[in-house]
Each structure stands twice: as C-alpha cells, then as structure tokens.
C-alpha cells in the first residue's frame, strides 16, 4: 500500500524563525491535507492541497503531485504553531482511506 | 459548540470490560470514521462508514465495532478492552466524494486507558 513519511520527524525553532515541513507519499494520491495537532490533542485542519499552492497567514503549502511530495511552510514562528504536524494521503487504490504520515514534532522557544 | 463531538473525553477501563465511544455530528456530512492514534505514531483507520447503512473495516479493525445509529451518530464499541487498546481515540467526519467534499474534521479525541 502506499506510504507517506514525513521530515524532519523533530524540529526545534526560535521564535520568529522560519520551517518547511515535508511529506513524500510513494503512489498517485487523490489529495493531501496537512493538520497541526495542538498540545491539547486537537485536530486542526491546515489545508486541503491535493496540487499546486496555497496560503493561509504565515503558513503556506505547495504539492508537486507528479513528483509525490508536499511541503508546509511555517514563517516568523510563533510558540503557538507548537505541536505535531501531520499530512495525510488519500488512496482510492483498495480500501478508500486516508494514510497519515508519523508527523513532525515542533517546539517553537520563546 | 464543537461540530464534531465525542464523549466521553477520558476513559478508564479495566481488561474485559465492554466499552463504547460515541460520535455525533452537526456538520450534515454523510460519512464518518473512526481512528487510533498511538504515540509517536500517526493516526490509523479502525472504522468507516459512508451512509447509515454502509459499514467499513480499516485498517486496524480486529477487537472492534461500531453502529451507525444515524447520518449524525457512529459509534465505536470494543468488545472486551484489552491494554494495548489503550489509545487516544478520534472520531471525523467528510461531506462525501471528490475534492474539496473530502475534507476531514474530527472531533476532539478521547483517551481510553485500558488497566
């Protein structure tokens, strides 16, 4: 089945520094999303980016779906964007299902 | 008020005893997931289902079921809880097929601690 993994798996940041987060999947993919999972546990939708760019704030997003990777882009940092980062392919191929990445932590220092 | 909510937030249970997770939605998505998140791992598919009469095993199946009482209620039931089904547990729910529609949005998680 297809694969997703994620770099850096750790990554810690000064606040106001700036990160790109990857995610390569190993087959064709009916689209991405990208999720911050907050300290608390929660679930927060990032962006649904199954090609091209997009941009939300200081964060940013670009999938190159021919070559089966995603980034996400973290700008001047703040120690709010700490938590775990995970992106997440959907495969039609077999069972419909997302397949998540092992995510990358963040800590962004004061 | 949440639009994805799960009860209960904390659980613990003791070896053999059946336990239910509750999902309910007010988003009006026809389709609903169950899953598992372990740490250091990324989250795996239990469970899902696309409308009230259609059921799906995912991934990691095996020691548990669920009910689709409604469009806007799944629930996840483990059988006779064992300890490495201690977990952080997520519900989700998407609008339904191609693009945007499938989006997920889950719910805030439940903690089931298994003794």
């Known amino acids: 089945g297809i694969q997703v993994e994620q770099s850096p798996p750790d990554l810690i940041l000064q606040e106001g520094a700036n990160s790109t987060l990857r995610c390569n999947f190993s087959d064709s993919v009916n689209n991405l999303q990208w999720f911050h999972q907050n300290p608390w546990g929660q679930l927060i939708n990032l962006f649904y980016?199954?090609?091209g760019t997009k941009q939300n704030g200081r964060l940013s997003a670009t999938t190159v779906a021919t070559e089966r990777y995603s980034l996400l882009y973290i700008s001047s940092s703040q120690t709010t964007d700490s938590g775990v980062y995970f992106c997440a392919a959907l495969t039609t191929s077999g069972t419909y299902k997302y397949i998540f990445g092992t995510g990358t932590r963040l800590k962004v220092l004061a | 008020d949440a639009d994805v909510t799960q009860t209960p937030r904390n659980r613990i249970t003791k070896t053999g005893k059946r336990i239910m997770l509750e999902c309910s939605q007010t988003k009006g998505h026809d389709r609903m997931y169950w899953y598992r998140q372990d740490p250091g791992l990324g989250l795996r598919l239990i469970y899902y289902?696309?409308?009230?009469?259609?059921?799906n095993k995912g991934e990691i199946s095996d020691g548990y079921s669920v009910s689709r009482q409604a469009q806007a209620k799944f629930s996840l039931s483990l059988e006779s809880a064992i300890p490495n089904q201690t977990a952080l547990y997520f519900c989700?729910?998407?609008?339904?097929?191609?693009?945007?529609?499938?989006?997920?949005?889950f719910g805030s998680g439940t903690q089931l601690s298994v003794l």
């Open positions: 980016i199954p090609s």
């Open positions: 989700a729910t998407s609008k339904g097929p191609t693009g945007s529609n499938e989006k997920l949005f």
């Open positions: 289902s696309f409308d009230v009469k259609d059921i």
